[in-house]
Nanobody, 122 residues
């Protein structure tokens, strides 16, 4: 089992940057693909980025390509989401999730964090 705790959210001006972190517990962390999802008020949760268990594979939603970077440190059991050039439409609660399958479908992710709020002012 994996427990996930996100941090790093906050208030930032449009064009600014934030780095989200996700701390994982559990001995099998390095065997899981990890993903970031987000949910804005009144909207469905959407895929943001994913990274394979080794870190060799990454995938991004079209809306964040070129601006966001997902990475992981298996030794530290951490996953990161570097967010640059933030836009008001990026404002949402961001969730870290773990899956035995590498991909963008939220249904395949079994473990979820509690989320961290990202607010972008225009």
């Amino acid at each position: 089992q994996v427990q996930l705790v996100e941090s790093g959210g906050g208030l930032v001006q449009a064009g600014g940057s934030l780095r989200l972190s996700c701390a994982a517990s559990g001995r099998t962390f390095s065997t899981y693909a990890m993903g970031w999802f987000r949910q804005a008020p009144g909207k469905e949760r959407e895929f943001v980025a994913a990274i394979s268990w080794s870190g060799a594979g990454t995938d991004y939603a079209d809306s964040v390509k070129g601006r966001f970077t997902i990475s992981r440190d298996n030794a530290k059991k951490m996953v990161y989401l570097q967010m640059n050039m933030l836009r008001p439409e990026d404002m949402a609660v961001y969730y870290c999730a773990a899956s035995t399958f590498y991909g963008s479908h939220s249904a395949s992710y079994m473990y979820w964090g509690q989320g961290t709020q990202v607010t972008v002012s225009s």
